[in-house]
């Protein structure tokens, strides 16, 4: 297992993220970065100097146990995108959910849907609301 340390980036402060959740055997390694590196290139191309000020990103983790990521997307080209919540659960520990509303994308999961949610948030971006 990989695990970044806090590092002191500018104008960002201590960041630092465990990055153990790239070894789900669900989906190639090459996969799994090409997500990650797909989520950093989008949030970049959204920071204009405002918008990462004002609006942004958190991932967080859950007592269920699990993940949530809000993307704000006001003042981005999806910020008039609208899908109601829906709740994907197949097991009480295999689940996920998502929803955009009022320029919010939320998407919540079990422990091992970290790359999913950022899958179907990749989705809505290259998709529109479909």
């Known amino acids: 297992m ?6 002191e980036c500018e ?26 590196e797909w989520f950093q290139n989008w949030y970049q191309s959204q920071c204009n100097g405002d918008w990462e000020h004002t609006f942004g ?3 967080n983790t859950i007592d269920n146990p699990g993940w949530s990521i809000e993307v704000n997307l006001e003042e981005t080209e999806f910020e008039n995108v609208v899908i109601e919540y829906k709740l994907v659960e197949k097991s ?15 998407g919540v999961g079990d422990p091992s849907k970290l790359n999913l949610i950022l899958e179907k948030f990749k989705e809505i971006i290259e998709n529109g609301s479909k």
């Open 57 to 59: 990103v958190k991932i």
């Open 2 to 7: 990989y695990q970044a340390g806090a590092e």
């Open 92 to 106: 009480e520990n295999d689940w996920y959910g998502l929803s955009v509303e009022n320029s919010l994308f939320k």
């Open 11 to 36: 104008g960002v402060g201590r960041i630092g993220i465990r990055l153990s959740f790239l070894y789900n055997s669900n989906v190639s390694n090459q996969e799994k970065m090409n997500i990650l």
